[in-house]
């Protein structure tokens, strides 16, 4: 599995960025997927995770209400709708494929993952 994330790019405060993540082959064979950053000089850190079917997500409480992950398994795609953007969230962005079907924070439980995309947010 090949997966490219695409969308970063710089904005300001307040704004509003959409993530993409596209996957080489299916995902839908039953692979929970999420996203990941990594701020500089920081750990990577969960921000978002949705179950095969799209039925379960879970968001870092740092994001929660603000960003929205969804999927397209037709079309092997995953994406995150980030609003309201504050300068904290300025990282790089990782998409990961998980190892079960399931919605899951911890990154161990990934198997796959994307080159990134940066997110830098203005103040």
């Known amino acids: 599995v090949q997966l490219q994330a695409f969308g970063g790019g710089l904005v300001q405060a307040g704004g509003s960025l959409r993530l993409s993540c596209s996957a080489s082959r299916r995902t839908s064979s039953n692979n929970g997927m999420g996203w990941f950053r990594q701020a500089p000089g920081k750990e990577r850190e969960f921000v978002a995770a949705i179950s095969w079917r799209g039925g379960d997500t879970y968001y870092a409480d740092s994001v929660k209400g603000r960003f929205t992950i969804s999927r397209d398994n037709a079309k092997n795609m995953l994406f995150l709708q980030m609003n309201s953007l504050k300068p904290e969230d300025t990282a790089v962005y990782y998409c990961?494929?998980?190892?079960?079907?399931?919605?899951?924070?911890?990154?161990?439980?990934?198997?796959?993952w994307g080159q990134g995309t940066e997110v830098t947010v203005s103040s």
């Open positions: 990961a494929v998980a190892r079960s079907s399931a919605a899951t924070r911890s990154a161990e439980r990934y198997q796959y």
